[in-house]
Nanobody, 131 residues
Framework: VQLQASGGGLVQAGGSLRLSCARS????????MAWFRQAPGKEREFVAL????????AYAESVKGRFIISKDDAENTMYLQMNSLTPEDTAVYYC?????????????????????????WGKGTQVTVSS
């Protein structure tokens, strides 16, 4: 399985970007997919998840209300629409997916964090937000 992320770039604070992640094996309609990000000097963190049916989504507290995850099964592509970007959103963004199992997240009522389930990672795309 190959995941190819694209759409990153340089944007001013308050701006928007849309990331794309293409999945190579044509199974995006039956498996969960997610976005993660890693800022310099920090650990990789969960951003958003979309369940295989495309109905259920989950977000980290830090992006809730600003980012929207979606997918197009016909195109085997997942998207992350990022709005109201801040310099704190600067990171390399990775798409991820599972082979057979469900992606598990923990919900503390404010937002979600990753628990387990990722089997494949894409190479990442850089997002830089200037102040």
């Amino acid at each position: 399985v190959q995941l190819q992320a694209s759409g990153g770039g340089l944007v001013q604070a308050g701006g928007s970007l849309r990331l794309s992640c293409a999945r190579s094996d044509g199974t995006i309609d039956i498996l969960d997919m997610a976005w993660f990000r890693q800022a310099p000097g920090k650990e990789r963190e969960f951003v958003a998840l979309i369940r295989w049916a495309g109905i259920t989504t989950a977000y980290a507290e830090s992006v809730k209300g600003r980012f929207i995850i979606s997918k197009d099964d016909a195109e085997n592509t997942m998207y992350l629409q990022m709005n109201s970007l801040t310099p704190e959103d600067t990171a390399v963004y990775y798409c991820a997916t599972t082979a057979l199992s469900r992606l598990a997240v923990l919900d503390d009522g404010l937002g979600c964090s990753y628990n387990y389930g990722v089997d494949y990672w894409g190479k990442g795309t850089q997002v830089t937000v200037s102040s």
